[in-house]
């Protein structure tokens, strides 16, 4: 299992008149969270660009638990449970500071040639750095 916690704090514009985070915007930190483990990882956007690769997100479910606040610290942490093949499984849990469970997420996104849109299977380099990390 690979996890990576990424931290940040909602800023005004990102919330409703509730005061609660806008419910779409935790869709917003989960892709934020997802390319900073990628970023550590060494597979970020450039990287991937670089090597004609695309993750489209064919997949995202989120299950609403309690909402968070204006300018609230909260705590993203990601989770490749598996190595992937095609498809690329990522969990989400967003807790507050107080490690209360606001969110819990899941998306899948797939392995696609940059110019033809076709999914492809997960290149050897990326497969390479996922082993390592999984084997550690």
Excluded: W
């Amino acid at each position: 299992m690979i996890t990576n916690t990424f931290q940040l704090q909602p800023r005004y514009g990102e919330v409703d008149q509730m005061g609660y985070v806008y419910h779409a915007n935790y869709v917003i930190y989960c892709h934020q969270a997802r390319n900073e483990l990628l970023r550590k990882l060494g597979v970020d956007e450039i990287v991937l660009e670089n090597n004609h690769i695309i993750l489209p997100v064919i997949s995202f479910d989120i299950k609403y638990k309690k909402p968070a606040h204006f300018d609230e610290r909260i705590s993203i942490k990601t989770i490749i449970r598996e190595m992937p093949n095609t498809r690329f499984n990522f969990e989400f849990e967003i807790t507050n500071e107080q490690n209360t469970l606001l969110i819990t997420a899941k998306s899948t996104v797939v392995f696609a040639d940059k110019q033809s849109r076709l999914p492809k299977r997960i290149p050897e380099f990326i497969k390479n750095k996922l082993n390592s990390e999984f084997l550690s």
